[in-house]
């Protein structure tokens, strides 16, 4: 169990179900006030500078600025990414998905703060301002493509409902234009490349193990729980009980349980006496 498992213990509860639809419905009232009020644009973006001055609304507002302002494109992009989002969020689990979308979010926002601070320092006020541009949840987004294809790297989807195409050639495919981006953008766009995908890297680096969400092993563990569910019915709701001790997950949630492979029957252990206890036999 590594720390999202266990920071899922802990506050879990307050994870957001079906985030993906909030985060494509800010991109539809941002669609909107592009086209109905355009003035309201300027009240919406990533302003470090005005943050501080107390336009605090400003550090979520930003979010709701769509990643294109082209009807057509921005209908193909609440379609895929619904399904995509949708699909990761059963996957790993509400909790899971949540940090990887707040992590792109809060990594952005801290980002463009320190280049805000960074240009204040070299050029002032006033040259610092003509280096900042609108920021986007475009690679956020892209992240949420990049993980899903790290995933179903051989799932098919059909682009633009004509051509079918395997994700990681379309991953491959986002990530030479995320790298172009980066090469020929400004130092805003370079910013936001950087920031928004270093939660697909910190994310995948601190699971270590895509394994375990891949389908096969998702329908291995689903297997498994329905053969265990008869024998894991203790007391006052309790799920996992350990053979040694008898303490369950009731008396402590950091607790952690494994079944031993070597036991004869279902016998299940504490992460204390996994290890150190005598086998059944």
């Given at each position: 169990?590594?720390?999202?498992?266990?920071?899922?213990?802990?506050?879990?509860?307050?994870?957001?179900?079906?985030?993906?639809?909030?985060l494509l419905a800010g991109y539809v009232i941002g669609f909107a006030v592009v086209y109905l009020m355009p003035d309201l644009?300027?009240?919406?973006?990533?302003?470090?500078?005005?943050?501080?001055?107390?336009?605090?609304?400003?550090?979520?507002?930003?979010?709701?600025?769509?990643?294109?302002?082209?009807?057509?494109?921005?209908?193909?992009?609440?379609?895929?990414y619904y399904s995509l989002g949708t699909a990761l969020e059963r996957t790993w689990g509400t909790f899971k998905y949540n940090v990887y979308i707040f992590s792109g979010i809060i990594f952005t926002v801290l980002a463009v703060f320190i280049?805000?601070?960074?240009?204040?320092?070299?050029?002032?006020?006033?040259?610092?301002?003509?280096?900042?541009?609108?920021?986007?949840?475009?690679?956020?987004?892209?992240?949420?493509?990049?993980?899903?294809?790290?995933?179903?790297?051989?799932?098919?989807?059909?682009?633009?409902?004509?051509?079918?195409?395997?994700?990681?050639?379309?991953?491959?495919?986002?990530?030479?234009?995320?790298?172009?981006?980066?090469?020929?953008?400004?130092?805003?766009?370079?910013?936001?490349?950087?920031?928004?995908?270093?939660?697909?890297?910190?994310?995948?680096?601190?699971?270590?193990?895509?394994?375990?969400?891949?389908?096969?092993?998702?329908?291995?563990?689903?297997?498994?729980?329905?053969?265990?569910?008869?024998?894991?019915?203790?007391?006052?709701?309790?799920?996992?009980?350990?053979?040694?001790?008898?303490?369950?997950?009731?008396?402590?949630?950091?607790?952690?349980?494994?079944?031993?492979?070597?036991?004869?029957?279902?016998?299940?252990?504490?992460?204390?006496?996994?290890?150190?206890?005598?086998?059944?036999?």
């Amino acid at each position: 169990m590594n720390w999202l498992d266990k920071l899922e213990r802990k506050i879990g509860r307050f994870a957001i179900p079906n985030l993906t639809v909030y985060l494509l419905a800010g991109y539809v009232i941002g669609f909107a006030v592009v086209y109905l009020m355009p003035d309201l644009l300027s009240w919406l973006t990533l302003e470090p500078a005005l943050i501080v001055r107390g336009q605090v609304w400003r550090l979520i507002s930003w979010v709701l600025i769509p990643p294109t302002t082209q009807p057509i494109s921005l209908l193909f992009l609440v379609l895929l990414y619904y399904s995509l989002g949708t699909a990761l969020e059963r996957t790993w689990g509400t909790f899971k998905y949540n940090v990887y979308i707040f992590s792109g979010i809060i990594f952005t926002v801290l980002a463009v703060f320190i280049l805000y601070g960074v240009l204040y320092f070299m050029y002032g006020t006033e040259m610092m301002l003509s280096f900042v541009g609108l920021v986007s949840t475009n690679y956020v987004t892209m992240s949420i493509f990049l993980a899903f294809a790290a995933i179903y790297p051989d799932m098919e989807v059909y682009l633009y409902f004509i051509l079918p195409i395997k994700m990681k050639w379309m991953a491959l495919v986002y990530a030479a234009m995320a790298l172009y981006y980066f090469i020929t953008g400004g130092i805003v766009t370079r910013v936001a490349i950087g920031a928004s995908l270093l939660n697909f890297v910190i994310f995948f680096l601190s699971t270590r193990n895509l394994r375990r969400y891949s389908p096969k092993e998702r329908a291995r563990r689903e297997r498994f729980k329905r053969q265990s569910a008869p024998h894991m019915h203790y007391s006052n709701g309790a799920k996992h009980r350990c053979a040694v001790c008898g303490r369950t997950e009731l008396d402590d949630p950091c607790l952690e349980f494994r079944f031993c492979s070597k036991c004869n029957g279902n016998y299940e252990y504490c992460q204390d006496h996994l290890f150190t206890h005598e086998h059944v036999k």
